[in-house]
């Protein structure tokens, strides 16, 4: 088992950043996929981002292409999102999530932390 900690959400005006981190814990030596995935009110979850457990690989939803960007530190168990030029429509609870799969940004996640909001205001 791991648990997953999101932090650095908030409430920031349209065009400017945000950065995202999950800390890791617990069989953190296991190599792990880990990705971003939101849900905005009424909607479904979706995924934002992917990385591999090695860094090399990842995926992003079309909707955050050339905006966001995934990375990860595993000396720090910790995987990032940094969002750039935030809009509106990218206001959601943001969760974090892992999967043993390593090699795969995408693909079904397995474990998932309890989220952080981000508000993006006009």
């Known amino acids: 088992q791991v648990q997953l900690v999101e932090s650095g959400g908030g409430m920031v005006q349209a065009g400017t950043s945000l950065k995202l981190a999950c800390v890791a814990s617990?069989?953190?030596?296991?190599?792990?996929?880990k990705a971003w995935f939101r849900q905005a009110p009424g909607k479904e979850r979706e995924f934002v981002a992917g990385v591999s457990w090695s860094g090399l690989a990842t995926s992003y939803a079309d909707s955050v292409k050339g905006r966001f960007t995934i990375f990860r530190d595993n000396a720090k168990s910790t995987v990032y999102l940094q969002m750039d030029s935030l809009r509106p429509e990218d206001t959601a609870i943001y969760y974090c999530a892992a999967k043993t799969s390593y090699n795969e940004p995408r693909g079904k996640y397995d474990y998932w932390g309890q989220g952080t909001q981000v508000t993006v205001s006009e």
């Open positions: 617990g069989r953190t030596f296991i190599r792990y996929a």
